[in-house]
């Protein structure tokens, strides 16, 4: 293979990629938009997921952090 040949492919490599990473960004936003429009309409319910998901986390945590070297 040649060395124009292998930048083209790279090129072609990294345009394909930008395309997916624009997916994605747009998707991440449009589940941004929803999850605010769930909290601003749902905010108690909100609150108690988070609080739900902060308390699991800290469990694992402390878990991870409490453990003994053996």
Not at 1 to 6: A, I, L
Not at 20 to 49: H, R, T, W
């Amino acid at each position: 293979m040649k060395v124009q040949e292998v930048k083209e492919s790279v090129e072609k490599a990294a345009n394909e990629a930008k395309k997916e990473m624009a997916k994605v960004q747009k998707a991440l936003q449009d589940a941004g938009k929803k999850a605010e429009k769930y909290i601003e309409s749902n905010p108690k319910q909100a609150a108690a997921i988070s609080a739900g998901i902060g308390a699991a986390l800290g469990a694992a945590l402390a878990m991870l952090l409490g453990r003994k070297k053996k």
